[in-house]
């Protein structure tokens, strides 16, 4: 599953940064509605998923033990004390965000845009929250790829 995270992400940039170009230079806003939605509702999905395999299905620490970033003693508690429990810990500092700005600018732009989307008094606080929702899930899926390669890629 971290694999196939690992790059989906590299879609979902792309998708969200086609989706961006699309409102703001062609403002075909009724396409980036749907393919914000779209995004939405995959990311939801898949993060459901993830956490699921993560929490139950996946010892991620032990996978990661090979790792010169990683503590061999890591079943002690020192797994956040490392490299790479630091960088998961930034990783989560940015995820945790970007999921509730995430939802906090689909519901507003669902609440305050008509349909079919046209500029409104709206607008420009629909486009600050954007940003940094766009902002924040670029820093999250950069801090999660320097996680996976700490954990998982880089080898003694």
């Known amino acids: 599953m971290l694999d196939v995270v690992v790059i989906a992400m590299i879609f979902v940039l792309l998708v969200m940064a086609f989706s961006i170009w699309l409102a703001r230079y062609r403002r075909q806003l009724e396409w980036h509605k749907r393919i914000q939605l779209a995004l939405g509702v995959v990311l939801l999905l898949a993060l ?4 699921v395999d993560m929490q139950f299905l996946t ?3 032990a996978r990661a033990a090979e790792s010169p970033y990683f503590p061999a003693d890591y079943e002690a508690g ?9 960088s998961l810990a930034i990783h989560l500092c940015f995820a945790i965000p970007t999921a509730v700005v995430w939802i906090w600018v689909i519901v507003g732009a669902l609440r305050h845009f008509p349909k079919p989307p046209a500029p409104n008094a709206y607008s420009p606080r629909h486009i600050v929250l954007a ?7 670029t820093f999250t899926a950069v801090s999660g790829w320097i996680f996976y390669w700490l954990a998982f ?3 003694q």
């Open 78 to 86: 020192g797994k956040w004390s490392s490299i790479t429990g630091t």
């Open 59 to 61: 010892e991620w620490e």
């Open 153 to 155: 890629v880089a080898t």
């Open 48 to 51: 459901a998923a993830f956490e």
């Open 131 to 137: 940003r940094i929702a766009a902002v924040s899930m």
